[in-house]
């Protein structure tokens, strides 16, 4: 029994979407994981660094580290910054699909709620 070669295109395409999401949450749990225990091994303690609470943007809390050489955290933040990131790129890739599948409709959805998510992030992050 032959298969469809458009079905079977289509089927790479969601197993690489979810092979890339998968990868994505290991390699940002890798980097969290890394961060925290080089926090911990450096400082001693986990927590250590936040006992003050000091309201900074994203932005101020990533120079700050940068000039400071604080490796933990630049590797931290880079873990979180990909994990919030993999559920974007999730909407946009599952949009293609609905190109590919030539489901217009829901394409359209998908890159509205894919454009939703990006203005809301870009909104919310205190310059």
Not at 32 to 38: E, K, R, S, V
Not at 93 to 108: C, E, H
Request: hydrophobic residues 60%; proline residues 2%; glycine residues 6%.
């Amino acid at each position: 029994m032959r298969t469809d070669p458009a079905q079977e295109a289509l089927h790479k395409l969601e197993l690489t979407i979810s092979h890339l999401l998968r990868i994505g949450v290991l390699l940002a749990g890798m980097f969290l994981l890394i961060g925290w225990l080089w926090l911990w091994f450096a400082n001693g303690s986990l927590l250590g660094s936040f006992t003050v609470y000091e309201s900074k943007s994203l932005f101020e809390t990533i120079h700050w580290a940068l000039l400071t050489n604080d490796r933990p955290m630049v590797i931290s933040i880079l873990g979180l910054i990909l994990l919030v990131c993999l559920p974007v790129v999730r909407v946009f890739l599952t949009g293609v699909l609905f190109v590919k599948q030539k489901d217009f409709r829901l394409a359209i959805m998908a890159f509205l709620v894919f454009v939703a998510l990006v203005a809301s992030f870009v909104l919310g992050i205190d310059l």
